[in-house]
């Protein structure tokens, strides 16, 4: 057989688009991030009528070419919140208006076998975007974020999401330091609101792309 690795992950992402679809997600499988990137680019966002758009911290949005081919879209208005020459004052406001676009791109910490979206942010501007504000969501998910269940999700964003984003972001928590979290008092700190997306509400608001890569932390 050719190429094993992603025909294994294929049926694996075929099983997860059935959980995720009976959560009520709309959910589509691309083969690769250029192939996530036309299915975002070409076939949700011309039918989600989506005139404003914005997105939230995301490794995964950004190394699909998603984020460079938005950012400066001329037929969209965009809010830009990784723009970072935007002064520190006014990135928070960004991050409030950002929740009233018709459209909002992210990632997830983790999705569990049984369709569920765990997240952890340090803000919450990413989890409160999934949960309410914005008309539609786009969730882009790399194969490597898949966990059996809650459990799992928790343990892979503790153990292991969290402390590397805190390196990648230059944070001043212990994790930086040991690879561990020691559940920090740290002004610092990046894990404060998680959040369990069980189902989307109203049906097909969230909107999943599955990609058979791994991609983000
Ligand atoms: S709670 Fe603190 S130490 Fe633990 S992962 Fe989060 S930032 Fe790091």
Redesign the pocket.
């Known amino acids: 057989m050719e190429k094993p690795i992603e025909h294994y992950w294929r049926a694996r992402l075929d099983d997860l688009k059935e959980a995720l679809e009976e959560n009520n997600f709309e959910v589509f499988i691309a083969d690769s991030s250029s192939h996530a990137k036309d299915i975002v680019l070409k076939e949700i966002l011309p039918k989600s009528g989506a005139k404003s758009i914005s997105w939230g911290g995301s490794m995964t949005f950004i190394a699909t070419g998603i984020y460079e081919a938005l950012k400066d879209h001329p037929k969209f208005e965009v809010i830009d919140v990784f723009d970072k020459s935007m002064p520190d004052e006014k990135k928070l406001e960004q991050r409030r208006q950002a929740l009233l676009m018709d459209l909002f791109i992210t990632g997830t910490n983790a999705v569990t076998e049984a369709g569920q979206l765990v997240n952890l942010d340090m803000y919450g501007n990413r989890v409160a975007a999934i949960t309410f504000g914005p008309k539609q969501v786009v969730i882009c998910v790399g194969r490597n974020k898949i966990v059996p269940d809650l459990e799992e999700a928790m343990f892979r964003i ?1 153990d292991y999401a ?2 590397a984003n ?1 390196m990648r972001l230059d ?1 001043k ?4 330091k040991n690879s ?5 008092k ?1 002004p ?4 404060n609101t998680w959040t369990i997306t069980e189902k989307s509400f109203p049906k097909g608001r969230v909107k999943v792309v599955l990609i058979n890569e791994d991609l983000g932390l």
Request: with cysteine; aromatic share 0%; proline share 11%.
């Open positions: 503790k969290a402390p805190a944070k928590t212990p994790c930086v561990r979290c020691e559940e920090c740290s610092d700190r990046i894990c």
